[in-house]
């Protein structure tokens, strides 16, 4: 009955109602960010579904994102935030208390309302579940390659340390480059991997150039390269937009 009532509120790109209706409402109180590519990069790239990789950065670089960043697209999410019971959990125990320095009597007042408010928003943006460190990642990767194949775009913001925010970019999970392996399988393709910094003093998304595994190439080698790859280009476009 749930999963009836979502597919109802769905719209021609996938994104529900209640997603759409609080991104125009806070759209009207907020400056506009604009797309920059690469100059490398070949404006039909933007238009294909790539997987778009990019800073988390406190949270500025997904709030931006699914903010202002145009066309069809979802977004990674740390799995306890998409179910009530456990972002409820997830705020009590860690979020207000050891990150804010709550009281837990005024932490669970407040995370009532917010984890049901939070969930609710993120379905309906249709954001793909990450079960990081458990056998269960292997359904966000089926997912984000049903994504891809439908004609979505993915973003991932994988900072080891989320709340760095600094321009400079940091540790990344590896995790996220198995996807590759998966991509491969089921269509006989290599995922095409973007940089994408999210500029404050621009307002505007600097994207960088495609980034694929190369064929033939041990896939461990091959991960280390990409990933460095990807690292090199944020700070890359970090520098081009003034931040770095």
């Not at 125009?24 to 400056?31: A, F, N, P, T």
């Amino acid at each position: 009955m749930v999963r009836e009532r979502e597919e109802a509120n769905v719209t021609v790109d996938g994104q529900g109602r209640l997603y759409r209706f609080g991104r125009h409402l806070v759209r009207l109180m907020s400056r506009r960010y604009r797309v920059i590519p690469s100059a490398a990069i070949h404006p039909e790239t933007l238009q294909e579904p790539v997987v778009f990789i990019s800073r988390h950065q406190n949270l500025f670089g997904p709030w931006k994102t699914m903010l202002w960043f145009p066309g069809r697209f979802r977004v990674w999410v740390y799995h306890v935030f998409l179910e009530p019971q456990t972002a409820f959990r997830h705020y009590v125990n860690y979020t207000f208390t050891k990150r804010f320095g709550w009281h837990q009597s005024w932490a669970k007042i407040v995370a009532w309302p917010v984890s049901y408010v939070v969930t609710a928003v993120l379905r309906s943006a249709a954001c793909i579940p990450v079960y990081r460190g458990t056998r269960q990642i292997v359904q966000t990767f089926r997912e984000t390659v049903r994504a891809l194949a439908d004609g979505y775009s993915v973003f991932i913001f994988p900072d080891i340390e989320y709340q760095d925010r600094s321009a400079q970019t940091g540790e990344l999970y590896k995790g996220f480059l198995q996807l590759d392996k998966y991509m491969y399988r089921e269509t006989g393709r290599h995922v095409c991997f973007v940089p994408m910094y999210v500029c404050r003093r621009q307002r505007a998304f600097f994207v960088g150039d495609p980034i694929r595994f190369r064929d033939g190439e041990d896939f461990q080698k091959e991960r280390e390269v990409v990933y460095q790859k990807i690292r090199d280009g944020l700070d890359r476009l970090a520098g081009l937009c003034g931040e770095l």
